[in-house]
């Protein structure tokens, strides 16, 4: 049972959707109430996972192989170390918070949407578990197919054209990333004389660093469209907005995380002397500062709610790919609790549309305004989950910025000065959207009679709240669990960084460093 | 009882109070289904409800509302009291600095420090008490107490009261938090803390489109100069690998100055420094200050005057190790102080609102802290914001009684007369007044005259910034004394309505003014002038009780050339122009009312220039809101859609336009030849369909038929 | 006095009632008749199979036969459900009103 527990995790949600078949679809409340038991079952079979979890081992726990396809060397292969397990956690608690969300909110064909949902639980989990790269292909076309209906069927008045958009981008990445590899694939043949998928079999791959650029570009392709980055962002803002809520909390808050997991599981380790070549980082790096402020500007035009945050979403994702790309330490793992960071304070904010939504069908900001004035609760949660996005100390978003621009700092002075004025003008698109809409008098008389926050969406929020504060007060567990998978990437790609050079007296400190921030600067 | 140990806890108090508001608040005081003013008034008209509800009736608020009072309140007093336990305690160590660390807060993972060695990014959560740190959080929990009773009385009427005291609470934690952290990172969070309670209460009358504007000014502002106050703290960490500020202090302890141009040292402090000047509203980013007077008149009293804005002074003194080392960016520190000064100064020449004269009077004594730090004589700055904490809070206090009494009339021009009215409103900031003027025996004076010796004397020091402040001290008690003849003297000018109503504040109200009155008396004599030797060392114990908190380049800045004849010439100087700016006050406005505007008329674009703060705000809003903020933001949204998304969708649309063209070869011309085929086929076929019936018993006939004949044809053969 | 009945007799049974089913099938419009009537013509090729298993000791024949029977009651229980749907469509269940299978 114990050595199964992977496969638990990852087929739980899928279980709950076949039983979720069988119940009658007339009966509306016994789909949600089931619906809402299978996510609650797939969040706590994911809990032993933490406990079980040995912090001090190095490499991959909780190993599961067994063959798959022979004839192509592939496996069922699954095993997580620290970065996964922080996603696999926020995939099943955001994943139920969502499924919470939707009670009321959906109204037609509920037996399928549930059963889009935990179909989709299980796909995104398997990305995260998979440590076969076909296996982790698989899951990752998986994914996309329920989602492309939650938007297409669900969504909102433009539903299709963003469903469609959002298929064919995120489509089209993937192909090239299939080339990438079966590249690697082959590669691996021509000098083992095996086939095979696994990854940790695909690292001993030695390939000429012209062949691991072209690779790391074919990966790039199918990871940036996913994260998003910079120039491939489009389609976010559009499946965002016509996603029902849920779907836009899943969307940002792990489906987005596959991008940047893949960058973390795949093109480091197993391109790492493209990782390092420094025209990749410094594209990987411009484009991460270029999406920081770029999205953080556009947030400041918007005038759907939304959209809003759709772009917010392309500003933070750009400190994640930021951080990674550093290459350092702190980058990474900075890089990691952002993203978790990201899920929990984005999905809040999309969670707070969708609570207005409900009660009025509208996202454009100016309908709404001085909603403090009859919601306050709403907008005390509101206020909580603007100050966790825009990086307030003692909330979550500030250990992860903070980490991530320590990073960058420490691999570039000029990239973290850019980077930190994402901080302020995230402050103020944030700052600025909560004042048009919750701040100031009533002046639409549809607002007056809004009610406040019910039992069930202070049951959403409430644990997106206190994982915030978690965060903020007492991030050591998260740094102590990501210290040794970090330093196992950074090993990979900087060999001997941590190998300590012996300590200069302080002023000579000061004109190494000084010699170094000229260089820097140049 | 060990309060040394117990530091911790006070922070902890106040933001217990805030919790239990967060939690509780609306239970003890039930809030009105709708406040009056949530509505427009025309959507009000329309509804047919009255909207003239703002002043008038008050609501009847709940009994239990009174806990409220007591808790808040509450929860600050004892922070004092253990706040004085423990610098008494502290008092009687032999190495004043006692740390308490809770736990690893940043949990560190490796990193390259600058020099390539290998650092642990970590910070605590962990607090250190030192003379300098005891000293600040007197300052903030007593004059935070006396401010806290005073909101008793002067919130009284307003609905959102538990909401007030809970972030006034929350506020108090995250100073005390700034203060008492014995780190940079720690420190960092309550000084973006107590920017978010700025921002909260500054938007405290959150339905005033004003007052939420004016909130997000302060912390956008702010977050300016805290984006480089992080880069500032990401350069210690590469300097030294740690942010504790003993441990950075160590490590700074063997470099020497860095004379030989503007160098990393240089840069680390001037981030900082940037950092501080968004706090601390000094030039470039001092323009929210003024706007801040938005909020609640104690709010502006204990953060926007004895508190919060003081925390980049506290911050450029924690860190005099640091700028000890760096002399050009300590002359930027003194400019930019002197510069303020000077120039905040000018500003509240013109200014009819009486919050927003001392708000430009905040700005420029800021300055004069500052110019007191870049001329090294840290504990002169610190003594001048221990001095302006009590005559700042105390004027602002008073400038709300006086609100108060005129119903919420802040314009100086609708008051005038008003001393015999509101007696101990008058003279409380009477006291004030002449202590900020810096009339000999008052505190202001004390602390004033000390920065200008400073900055005569000091080796950092020269004539120039001495002149500039000198100057800045006339002018100062010339709109000091401006604000209190408009006010008190002369005829009342406010409408008859608003006069029948003029009352003295509730006791709760003029008490806290009393105490702040004696404490703007005496808190100057802990610091008195070194000429004045005549006095028993005691006198001089601000100076002696901050000495082990400086590093020795630092202490040795602040002692200058020591001439007494000369000191004592400057300090008559200084108390001559101080009275001279009072008399032409005067002159002006109680013997010659009628002067001032003639001298505006004949002063040109000067005076339109005074009144509109030299056009600083619009020159921002055009540079930076509208221009690369909301323009940068319009431009590039049009960009994404068009070029970014229009590259996606014109993808899409080369790809549909593709598919068009070989649609229509594929219909025409390969469907078309597997057409004609299939339409051969079909006509040659057609006789043929007529045996097809569709019943199923002649297909059978047929069959058996076939049959017969084919077994006929076997017989017959 | 009583002839032994051999072969030929079976034989003869089961020409005529392969006969009788052949008519039926062609000549009756009602779709139960004709399903009655393929059964009559199943049943006569059971009686030649189990007939000439007897004639020559085969017991083949016999679990030919029994097969086909079970087919045939699977083929009536399919018939028999079609007809209901056609039924419950048409309202009808004479043969000559569906012609729909034709071009």
């Given amino acids: 049972m114990s050595e199964h527990l992977l496969s638990i995790v990852l087929f739980t949600p899928l279980a709950g959707m076949f039983v979720l078949l069988l119940l009658p679809s007339s009966n509306r409340k016994l789909i949600r109430v089931w619906a809402n038991i299978a996510a609650f079952a797939g969040f706590l079979v994911s809990l032993p996972l933490v406990f079980r979890f040995d912090r001090s081992a190095e490499g991959f726990q909780m190993v599961e192989k067994a063959p798959w396809i022979p004839a192509l060397g592939a496996h069922y292969y699954l095993g997580i170390d620290g970065i996964s397990l922080l996603l696999v956690m926020l995939t099943t608690v955001t994943g139920f918070i969502a499924i919470l969300s939707s009670w009321s909110a959906i109204d037609r064909y509920e037996k399928q949407y549930y059963a889009m949902f935990l179909l989709q639980q299980t796909g995104m989990i398997g990305v995260f578990l998979s440590l076969d790269f076909l296996l982790f292909y698989v899951f990752w076309e998986i994914v996309l197919v329920p989602m492309y209906f939650i938007i297409g069927v669900w969504g909102g008045p433009r539903k299709l054209y963003a469903a469609i958009k959002f298929f064919l981008y995120t489509l089209a990445g993937s192909v090239l990333m299939l080339l990438g590899i079966l590249t690697l694939y082959f590669q691996h043949h021509a000098q083992y004389g095996v086939y095979t998928f696994e990854i940790d079999a695909l690292m001993q791959t030695a390939m000429p660093l012209h062949l691991e650029r072209w690779v790391f570009w074919a990966f790039f392709i199918g990871f940036a469209i996913k994260v998003p980055m910079f120039p491939f962002h489009t389609w976010l803002p559009d499946a965002h907005t016509e996603a029902p809520t849920a779907g836009s909390v899943i969307l940002a808050a792990v489906l987005l995380k596959m991008g940047t997991y893949g960058f973390l599981r795949f093109s480091l380790p197993l391109l790492p002397k493209a990782a390092i070549d420094p025209w990749i980082v410094h594209v990987m790096v411009g484009l991460s500062i270029v999406a920081i402020i770029y999205g953080a500007l556009v947030c400041l035009m918007q005038d759907d709610w939304k959209k809003l945050v759709a772009y917010s979403s392309v500003s933070h994702l750009g400190f994640c790919t930021l951080g990674i790309f550093s290459l350092t330490p702190n980058g990474l793992a900075g890089s990691v609790i952002q993203q978790i960071n990201h899920g929990i304070s984005t999905g809040m904010l999309f969670l707070i549309v969708g609570v207005v939504y409900e009660r009025r069908h509208t996202r454009l900001i100016r309908e709404y305004g001085g909603l403090a004035h009859v919601m306050p609760n709403y907008a005390f949660v509101f206020a909580f989950a603007m100050l966790s996005s825009a990086g307030l100390p003692l909330l979550n978003g500030f250990i992860g910025e903070f980490t991530i621009l320590q990073g960058a700092f420490e691999a570039n002075r000029v990239w973290a000065a850019f980077a930190v004025t994402g901080i302020i003008l995230g402050a103020s698109y944030l700052l600025w959207l909560y004042q048009r809409t919750m701040l100031g008098r009533i002046n639409n008389p549809k607002n007056l009679k809004l009610p406040d926050l019910n039992l069930r969406e202070w049951a959403v929020f409430a644990p997106l709240l206190v994982w915030a504060l978690w965060i903020g007060v007492y991030p050591k567990p998260y740094f102590e669990i990501l210290e040794k998978p970090v330093a196992q990437l950074v090993e990979r790609v900087r060999p001997g ?4 050079q012996a300590a200069k007296a302080p002023l000579e400190a000061a004109q190494a460093m000084e010699s170094r921030m000229e260089a820097g600067i140049r | ?9 006070i922070p902890l108090f106040p933001l217990f109070g805030a919790v239990l508001m967060f939690l509780i608040g609306r239970r003890l005081d039930p809030q009105p289904e709708r406040s009056p003013e949530a509505l427009e008034p025309e959507l009000a008209e329309a509804m047919g409800e009255d909207a003239g509800q703002e002043h008038g009736h008050h609501p009847r608020f709940a009994p239990t509302r009174r806990l409220i009072s007591w808790i808040c309140p509450g929860t600050v007093l004892v922070s004092l009291l253990f706040s004085i336990g423990a610098v008494v305690q502290l008092a009687g160590l032999a190495e004043k600095a006692h740390q308490v660390i809770l736990y690893t807060w940043l949990a560190g993972l490796p990193f390259h420090m600058g020099d390539g060695a290998v650092g642990r990014f970590a910070a605590d959560l962990g607090f250190l008490l030192d003379p300098l740190s005891g000293v600040m959080i007197l300052v903030v929990t007593f004059v935070g107490f006396f401010i806290h009773v005073y909101s008793i009385g002067y919130m009284g009427h307003e609905t959102g ?4 005291f809970g972030y006034l609470n929350l506020f108090v934690f995250f100073m005390l938090t700034l203060v008492l952290a014995n780190n940079y990172a720690l420190l960092f969070v309550g000084w973006e803390g107590v920017g978010l309670c700025s921002y909260l209460l500054i938007g405290f009358y959150f339905h005033r489109k004003s007052a939420s504007d004016a909130g997000i000014k302060a912390f956008v502002v702010n977050r300016i100069g805290d984006a480089a106050f992080i880069l500032g703290i990401f350069m210690i960490f590469a300097l030294t690998g740690t942010v504790r500020f003993l441990d950075v202090n160590q ?29 601390s509203a000094q030039i470039p980013l001092y323009v929210w200050l003024p706007d801040a ?14 508190t919060m804005v003081t925390a980049g002074v506290y911050m450029v003194a924690r860190s005099n190790a640091l700028y000890s080392l760096a002399p050009e960016t300590m002359a930027v520190v003194a400019t930019i102080g002197a510069l303020t000064a000077i120039f905040a ?9 009486i919050k927003r004269v001392l708000a430009y009077s905040t700005v420029s004594q800021l300055g004069y802290m500052f110019l007191a730090a870049g001329v090294g004589a840290y504990w002169v700055a610190i003594f001048h914001l221990f001095t302006h904490a009590f005559f700042k809070a105390l004027l602002f206090l008073g400038s709300g009684s006086v609100i108060h009494a005129m119903g919420g009339e802040q314009d100086m021009r609708k008051m005038g007369g008003l001393k015999d009215k509101i007696p101990t409103t008058f003279w409380t900031m009477a006291v004030a007044s002449l202590a900020i003027a810096g009339i000999p025996g008052f505190a202001g004076f004390f602390s004033k005259d000390e920065i200008l010796w400073q900055a005569w004397s000091s080796p950092y020091g020269s004539k120039a910034l001495w002149a500039v402040g000198t100057v800045t001290a006339l002018m100062t008690a010339f709109y000091m004394w401006r604000l209190m003849y408009m006010t008190f003297w002369g005829e009342c000018r406010a409408d008859e309505h608003t006069k029948a109503h003029i009352h003295e504040s509730p006791p709760v109200m003029t008490v806290p003014l009393t105490v702040l009155a004696a404490g703007s008396v005496l808190a100057g004599w802990l610091g008195v002038p070194k000429a004045w030797a005549f006095l028993p060392g005691s006198f001089h114990a601000f100076e002696h009780w901050l000495e082990p908190v400086w590093v020795a380049a630092a202490h040795e800045a602040g002692q200058g050339a020591h001439e007494a004849a000369l000191e004592w010439a400057l300090m008559g100087l200084s108390v001559l122009l101080a009275v001279a700016g009072i008399l032409i006050a005067r002159y002006l406005y109680v013997q010659r009312p009628e002067l001032p505007d003639r001298i505006a008329e004949a002063s040109g674009p000067l005076y339109p220039a005074l009144l509109n703060k030299w056009y600083v705000d619009e020159i921002y809003n055009f540079l930076f809101v509208d221009g690369l903020a909301k323009g940068g933001g319009r431009v590039l949204g049009r960009f994404d859609q068009a070029i970014v998304d229009g590259g996606v969708n014109g993808a899409g649309w080369m790809t549909r336009f593709a598919s068009a063209v070989s649609g229509w070869w594929d219909t025409w011309i390969v469907d078309g030849t597997v057409r004609l085929i299939a339409f051969a086929v079909k006509m040659i076929s057609y006789p043929v369909r007529f045996l097809q019936t569709g019943f199923v018993q002649q297909y059978a006939a047929v069959i058996l038929a076939g049959m017969a004949v084919a077994l006929g044809y076997y017989l017959i053969k | 006095m009583l002839y032994p009945i051999t072969t030929i007799h079976y034989v003869i049974l089961s020409a005529a009632l392969l006969l009788i089913g052949t008519v039926g099938f062609l000549t009756r419009r009602n779709i139960v008749i004709i399903l009655m009537s393929i059964e009559l013509i199943l049943n006569a090729v059971n009686i030649n199979l189990v007939a000439f298993s007897e004639r020559f000791q085969a017991m083949e024949g016999q679990i030919f036969a029994i097969f086909v029977i079970a087919v045939a009651v699977a083929e009536a229980a399919v018939g028999l459900g079609i007809l209901i749907a056609l039924f419950r469509n048409r309202e009808t269940v004479a043969s000559d009103e569906i012609d729909l299978l034709k071009w």
């Fill in chain 2, 161 to 164: 009261y538990y909401r007030f």
């Fill in chain 2, 251 to 279: 490590a700074l302890h063997g470099l020497s100055a860095e004379t030989a141009g503007f160098g990393v040292l240089s840069l680390t402090a001037l981030l900082l420094f940037v950092g501080a000047t968004g706090k």
């Fill in chain 2, 345 to 353: 100064a000018s500003i509240a020449f013109a200014q009819n609102d």
């Fill in chain 2, 293 to 306: 007077m938005e909020g609640p008149t104690p709010v502006s009293a204990l953060i926007h005057a004895a």
């Fill in chain 1, 497 to 500: 960084y941590f190998e300590a």
């Fill in chain 2, 1 to 9: 009882m060990n309060f040394l140990d117990a530091i911790w806890l």
